[in-house]
């Protein structure tokens, strides 16, 4: 008889997030993981005492995935590419997008990046400064208003054809601008 194939906790994890990717959260089951690794279920209760702990793993997993991309240097504007991350991240992985925003928010917490961080790189951007954190807390909203409704049109099909994501990045820059803009008229008493 062959000996039995071990699989490590991250080839679990990797086939739970191949599973979340396509199906949802929700849809990760023991017996949809050993199918997708061609196993038993053996190997993932040898690593996992329940399938809530597994989907705890690829939480984590999709974390890494979205700071990996808010680390990324898309643009040269530091408060820019926080949208395009997040409109990358919509558009690449859109059914775990629609389940973690659109259908299921409470694993939502576990995934967003810490606020320090994206204060952090909002401050690196040139078009910020002067702004005191409250006020980078408003722009951050307003903008996470506006990013968020693109990015549920898009991922849903509801923007034009020939939408596509150049298009959407640009969308995104000059409704930035307007934001920083009226923010500093109002910070200028300029309103």
């Known amino acids: 008889m062959p000996p039995r194939t071990k699989f490590s906790k991250e080839a679990i994890i990797d086939a739970a997030f ?3 990717k396509t199906e949802g959260i929700d849809s990760i089951t023991v017996r949809k993981v050993a199918d997708k690794l061609g196993s038993s279920i053996a190997p993932i ?3 996992f005492t329940e399938v809530e ?3 705890q793993a690829v939480l984590v997993k999709i974390h890494d995935i979205a700071q990996q991309m808010l680390k990324s240097q898309y643009s040269s504007d530091a408060f820019l590419n926080i949208g395009i991350a997040s409109i990358k991240f919509a558009r690449e992985y859109s059914v775990l997008f629609k389940d973690l925003i659109m259908n ?3 694993y939502l917490t576990s995934v967003q990046p810490s606020s320090t961080n994206i204060f952090e790189q909002m401050q690196e951007s040139t078009n910020l400064s002067g702004f005191s954190e409250e006020e980078l807390a408003g722009i951050l909203f307003k903008m996470q208003v506006f990013q ?5 049109m898009d991922v849903n099909g509801m923007l034009p054809e020939n939408f596509d994501e150049e298009a959407i990045i640009r969308m995104l820059e000059s409704a930035g601008k307007d ?3 009226a923010a500093r008229l109002h910070k200028n008493g300029k309103e």
Request: glycine residues 4%; aromatic residues 4%; positive net charge.
């Open 53 to 55: 702990e597994l989907k």
């Open 45 to 47: 209760y040898v690593n």
């Open 148 to 152: 968020l409704g693109l990015s549920v």
């Open 104 to 106: 299921s928010k409470r």
């Open 18 to 20: 191949e599973i979340a």
């Open 179 to 181: 934001i920083i803009l």
